[in-house]
């Protein structure tokens, strides 16, 4: 059993808090060097006959140390989380810039191809159309419609494709006209024919009769 340090009443020495005051004991206790009682590691003086707690300057001291020493720790902190802070939005400008300029010469690579394949598509399809409209230019004034079909078969989307049908429908019509005049003549000479031959039969006739008196 013990006396409380701040009521002065009897608690047991194993209790953790005063019943009677509700004061934490339990790791606060300190004895007096001068008298022996107890006192609180918090009191500056002992209660019963007033002399100085050592303990206590010595945790004043600590603390005072510990808050002196805290502060530059903080301090340290805040310009560590600072510069943290600023390094981090560095790397992110960095970061940003460089996208930015990977992209564009990305893109101006992209671009330059395209215009590439664009340029090397226009200079294949002139290339073609020459050659398209130097064949052209050999069959133009051909009366040949193998020739002018074979040129369209081959080059069906050349700008003479039209030109090469409709010089092969005025091929054709003309050689309608001419097979319809040739057909034409063929019956009026089958038509004349007859009256030839009664004619010459006549003739014949004719004849006979004069011949029978010199024999």
């Known amino acids: 059993m013990l006396?409380?340090?701040e009521c002065g009443k009897r608690i047991s020495?194993?209790?953790?808090?005063?019943?009677h005051c509700?004061?934490?004991?339990?790791?606060?206790?300190?004895?007096?060097s001068n008298c022996g009682s107890y006192m609180l590691d918090s009191q500056?003086?002992?209660?019963q006959c007033g002399a100085k707690n050592n303990s206590y300057q010595e945790n004043s001291g600590s603390e005072e140390k510990d808050t002196e020493n805290s502060v530059p720790d903080n301090e340290n902190k805040g310009s560590v989380g600072h510069g943290g802070v600023w390094i981090a939005v560095i790397i992110v400008l960095i970061l940003?810039?460089?996208?930015?300029?990977?992209?564009?010469?990305?893109?101006?690579e992209v671009k330059a191809k395209e215009d590439a394949e664009r340029q090397a598509a226009m200079e294949l399809e002139l290339s073609v159309q020459k050659e398209q409209a130097r064949q052209w230019k050999a069959i133009a004034d051909c009366d040949s419609?193998?020739?002018?079909?074979?040129?369209?078969?081959e080059n069906p989307d050349s700008r003479f494709a039209g030109f090469a049908l409709d010089r092969i429908d005025s091929l054709r019509l003309r050689k309608a006209e001419i097979r319809s005049q040739e057909l034409e003549r063929?019956?009026?000479l089958k038509a004349?024919?007859?009256?030839?031959?009664?004619?010459d039969q006549t003739e014949q006739t004719k004849e006979q009769p004069q011949e029978q008196p010199q024999q």
Do not use: F, N
């Open 186 to 188: 063929k019956a009026l």
């Open 96 to 108: 940003c810039v460089g996208g930015y300029y990977g992209y564009t010469l990305y893109r101006e």
């Open 44 to 47: 500056d003086v002992c209660k």
């Open 3 to 5: 006396s409380c340090p």
């Open 192 to 199: 004349q024919e007859p009256e030839k031959q009664p004619q």
């Open 145 to 153: 419609i193998e020739l002018l079909e074979q040129y369209i078969k």
């Open 13 to 19: 020495s194993m209790a953790w808090t005063c019943p």
């Open 22 to 32: 509700g004061t934490d004991i339990k790791g606060h206790l300190v004895e007096c």
